[in-house]
């Protein structure tokens, strides 16, 4: 491969772009010349030629001598952190913290106090700027703050962000260890539910788990907004394809939860549209998300225009003002993708960004329309909030532990709100690992970093706090994400990639810090291919890691790890929902299904030769134990054996699949296939493959076994 210019190297390196990266093999790769001008296209910078790069080395730098300040300054709680002032070489910098709370540090006593920095002055198109530098009182609280400087006449200031250095588990767990269940809702359909798993099945979930078998959470899927089906296209399936990641899915809706539904005088009509759904979903052996919405979009509709109380109308009225701006906006989008379409890059040109006249134009023309959908988000939170305050009040330390997925619909609400800091012309994705070696692309808009620290993160701050507003938890899906993330050229393969860097200080200072404020658990999903130091640094602020038992070896001595040497800051489980349950797990289904999609690099025999390899070192090492006899394997002592494993590890939470526990066989997700394989839209099923219901669960003998072994194995120890 050609050698790259030096003057590209520098600017890649100025703005966080890797030159060259090592691969899952270990071998050093260089990225090429052409996607690093694509990717610094992405951030705004064109590097085509070398009088480009050194045009663009020039701005840079101007651009940081004229900045006065950071764009965002972040520290943690105990530290003394650094930062640096440019002022006019000779003019005094007076520098102060004005305090979320509205209080002042000022002086040497308790605020920021100046230290040395020799760095030498810099001209500034004929202005000779000077750098200082301050470091910021330890005592600080944590918080959303202002640091304010002050030269003569002139006065600006910049967001300064205390976080925790630790975060850790929330009091209310004390030392004790947790255990909860892990389950995709859509899939845990009951006898009053539209075809879909609800809220309302989501409470009762929570309820029985913790009540009947002292569970802490409930870990979900994502619940976040899919586009709604238009113009033929059907609603996205995958939660990890969302077209928001702010704002809820109104599919999750319990109609008949909904106050002003005993309000209405066509409840005969509702219950008609609900009944219809659930016998044609009766008829089917997946999930239909659009027939569901369609119904359910009409029922919502009839309690919309149901006048309120002067109470409820405060409580909207609340609501509204809490999210602002980004209600607005989401609404929008969906009353203008229910027109135009879900894909706004198609839209009229007046309509494709969110701040143009024609989209101010649309609104006020169609406010029945835009107010729909801020209403359904209205509901969403209430039926949110009741589910998390159900769960705590039925014994739950945590409650409702949410999922946050890597990024957003590139057609989607959010693409078009925040497209202003989102790099356009590149997708996140991954490069090649030892299971996808062609790499994997996911479609997904990335942040910008640069634009994130020019917004003093406020997109991501208020990600962070809504996901967790009505939360004990959140699982973090592709936590390396924070760190680095990998972006992919539009129209390259995934292999011609490369990564772009984070401030993961800031990044995952935030996250902390909204956790802690909300009193919740943060849990990284940290596989597959992840630096060293990076499971290091979360374990440093108190975030916790994933372990998941198949992929648990010892690298030293070949096999499964032994329990005690697995990871105590994590959360622990036998199997995730990218690989089938337990039970089919066990019998090889991934490897038969992997070949009926013509997914494998390698023969079946091979691959089932070496699932039957991983089975037989599992079942001797819970022999080895103790916790399997000989000719003792049949799939539900297995499952059994490997969950009482778990507990053997040091692992402060321990997450049970709803999926293992009724013996279902089927996965969720196939990577690798989109509509080859009912992706996201499997039913929770029995071990005979026949759908289940909620209410079948809460009396399964099987699920009850399980739930007490796993209870029993985190109980505390009693002397």
Not at 78 to 101: I, K, M, S, Y
Request: hydrophobic share 40%; proline share 7%; aromatic share 8%.
């Amino acid at each position: 491969m050609t050698e790259l210019a030096p003057s590209l190297v520098e600017l890649a390196r100025r703005l966080g772009i890797a030159t060259s990266y090592e691969d899952w093999s270990g071998r050093e790769v260089q990225v090429n010349e052409n996607t690093l001008v694509a990717v610094l296209a992405a951030l705004g910078v064109s590097a085509a030629t070398e009088h480009d790069r050194n045009h663009a080395l020039k701005a840079h730098l101007g651009a940081f001598w004229a900045r006065p300040l950071p764009p965002t300054i972040v520290g943690r709680a105990g530290d003394q952190t650094r930062f640096w002032v440019h002022v006019t070489h000779g003019a005094p910098a007076e520098v102060w913290v004005e305090l979320e709370d509205g209080t002042q540090r000022f002086g040497p006593d308790s605020g920021p106090v100046q230290v040395d920095n020799f760095t030498p002055p810099f001209d500034l198109d004929g202005r000779w700027v000077g750098e200082a530098s301050f470091v910021l009182p330890t005592d600080l609280p944590l918080g959303y703050h202002r640091l304010v400087l002050r030269s003569g006449d002139y006065q600006t200031s910049t967001a300064l962000i205390v976080t925790p250095d630790w975060l850790g588990l929330p009091d209310r767990l004390g030392n004790r260890r947790a255990w909860g269940l892990a389950t995709q809702l859509y899939s845990v359909r009951s006898r009053q539910s539209w075809g879909v798993g609800d809220l309302t099945d989501l409470a009762d979930l929570a309820l029985w788990s913790a009540s009947a078998h002292g569970a802490d959470y409930v870990l979900v899927n994502p619940l976040h907004a899919a586009a709604p089906p238009s113009h033929k296209v059907p609603m996205e399936p995958s939660p990890y394809l969302p077209t928001s990641r702010r704002f809820v899915n109104p599919l999750y809706l319990r109609v008949e939860a909904i106050p002003e539904f005993a309000e209405l005088p066509k409840r005969g009509r509702v219950r008609a549209l609900r009944e219809e759904v659930q016998r044609a979903a009766g008829r089917l052996d997946s999930i239909d998300r659009d027939s569901a919405w369609t119904a359910k979009r009409a029922a919502l509709r009839l309690i919309h225009r149901v006048p309120r109380s002067a109470g409820r109308e405060l409580a909207y009225a609340a609501f509204r003002n809490r999210e602002g701006r980004a209600l607005d906006d989401f609404a929008t989008w969906c009353a203008l993708a229910e027109k135009h379409g879900v894909d706004w890059r198609r839209w009229p040109k007046s309509l494709r960004h969110p701040y143009s006249p024609g989209v101010a134009e649309f609104a006020a023309k169609n406010p029945a329309a835009v107010d729909f959908h801020r209403w359904l988000q209205w509901q969403l939170d209430e039926q949110l909030a009741a589910a998390q305050s159900q769960a705590v009040r039925a014994g739950m330390a945590l409650g409702i532990m949410h999922d946050l997925a890597v990024g957003v619909h590139p057609t989607g609400a959010d693409a078009w709100a925040l497209q202003d800091a989102l790099a356009l012309g590149v997708t996140a994705g991954a490069p090649p690992d030892e299971f996808n070696q062609l790499g994997q692309d996911w479609s997904q808009p990335p942040w910008r970093p640069d634009r994130l620290d020019e917004l003093e993160y406020r997109p991501f701050r208020a990600l962070i706090r809504t996901v967790l507003r009505h939360a004990g938890g959140v699982r973090i899906d592709h936590i390396i994400g924070l760190f680095r993330l990998w972006w992919i050229p539009d129209g390259a393969p995934p292999t011609d990639g490369t990564y772009v860097r984070y401030d993961h200080e800031a990044m995952i200072g935030i996250v902390a810090l909204e956790a802690h404020r909300a009193g919740a658990v943060v849990v990284g999903e940290d596989l597959g291919t992840v630096e060293p130091w990076v499971r290091d640094y979360l374990l440093l602020r108190g975030l916790l890691g994933t372990s998941i038992l198949w992929f648990e070896q010892d690298d030293a001595g070949g096999g499964p790890l032994p329990a005690e040497r697995w990871r105590e800051y994590c959360l622990s489980s036998v199997t995730t929902h990218d690989l089938p349950p337990t039970a089919g797990y066990l019998a090889g289904d991934h490897v038969r299904l992997r070949e009926s999609l013509g997914l494998l690099g390698r023969s079946v025999e091979a691959e089932l030769d070496s699932a039957a390899t991983e089975r037989a070192a599992w079942l001797a090492e819970l022999r080895r134990v103790g916790l399997l006899d000989d000719g003792e394997d049949s799939p539900e002592r297995l499952i059994l054996a490997l969950y009482r494993y778990l507990g053997r590890t040091p692992s402060r939470l321990l997450g049970v699949a709803l999926t293992d526990a009724v013996g279902d066989r089927r996965t969720q997700n196939q990577p690798g296939t989109t509509d080859e394989y009912p992706n996201w839209r499997v039913p929770l099923s029995g071990p005979d493959g026949n759908p289940v219901v909620l209410e079948d669960v809460f009396t399964d003998p099987r699920a009850a076994e399980l739930l007490d072994a796993v209870r029993a194995i985190t109980a505390p120890k009693t002397t």
